[in-house]
């Protein structure tokens, strides 16, 4: 592509980091639009015109696309984060897409307007937490910086893009921890926006945020239970299996694809890995 007039590289002197390599490009571009595709990602032939023809509407600032794990078949781990990415696009992104405020644009593909992105890059550049530079998670604080400008995010389901994803549980809960951090850090940015929102938003932030470590509380009493009184706590462990069991139907039936019963196995990740993790990512959000 070096030599297509169309393309202009930018090759920066050292590594600096994807929001400072994103700040130059988009100060060089010159379209009304910016796509941002991270490098391990694949687009489908439609996805520019897809996303385009959402961001027609002068009150859209960004537009996401629908994402897959394009390494999909090569371990279960793989097989299950390809669950979570549908389930987190056509579930979480997709409700809240309905109320015209998708919270977190994913940065494997998401789409831009180029005149809000400008009025927006210092804020974007200078992102503090408790006096400190912040750098990671760089998709949702773009994200919530357009919200803040009065500007709608939204989510176009068949806009396909295909990423590669952790195939081994280490670089997959290093991932997570970032993404948690991130996602707390947001949400305390997020905080004053939300009364300008629909209410479904507060409710939506609240128990993404509140529920896994309502969860973590209930495993933790249901070990002391155990421990102290050397009982199952049957009631908790039907409760989550029976939660379990009809999340993975109700995604199944939507999806058509009974794969998604599988996802039950994410469960047992989710309460013995990730739960500590994120109680781990909100005690070092510095």
């Not at 961001?55 to 394009?70: E, I, Y």
């Not at 068949?158 to 997570?176: C, E, H, K, N, S």
């Not at 706590?233 to 019963?261: E, K, N």
């Amino acid at each position: 592509f070096a030599g297509d007039p169309r393309f202009s590289f930018i090759l920066l002197e050292k590594n600096v980091g994807k929001r400072k390599a994103q700040i130059v490009a988009i100060r060089r571009s010159s379209g009304d639009l910016v796509l941002n595709v991270d490098s391990d990602t694949t687009l489908a032939s439609d996805v520019v015109a897809k996303l385009a023809l959402k961001m027609q509407d002068p009150a859209v600032g960004a537009a996401m696309g629908q994402l897959a794990a394009s390494n999909r078949s090569d371990t279960w781990l793989t097989r299950l984060i390809d669950m979570e990415y549908w389930l987190a696009c056509n579930e979480e992104r997709a409700a809240q897409a309905r109320f015209g405020a998708v919270m977190c644009c994913c940065g494997p593909c998401a789409m831009y307007r180029r005149s809000a992105l400008v009025l927006l890059l210092d804020q974007y550049e200078t992102q503090l937490f408790r006096g400190k530079p912040s750098d990671f998670g760089e998709d949702r604080h773009l994200t919530i910086l357009m919200l803040k400008a009065g500007l709608r995010t939204e989510y176009v389901p068949d806009a396909i893009a295909a990423t590669i994803v952790p195939d081994r549980l280490g670089p997959y809960l290093r991932q997570q921890l970032r993404w948690a951090r991130s996602t707390f850090r947001d949400t305390l940015l997020a905080l004053r926006l939300l009364p300008s929102l629909d209410r479904y938003l507060t409710l939506d932030v609240v128990g993404q945020n509140l529920g896994p470590l309502l969860l973590a509380l209930s495993v933790l009493a249901g070990l002391a239970q155990f421990a102290l009184k050397g009982t199952v706590p049957w009631s908790a462990v039907l409760m989550i299996a029976s939660m379990t069991i009809i999340r993975c139907s109700v995604a199944a039936f939507r999806a058509r694809q009974l794969r998604f019963l599988g996802f039950s196995l994410h469960t047992f990740i989710n309460v013995f890995l990730l739960l500590p993790l994120k109680a781990y990512a909100l005690c070092t959000l510095s």
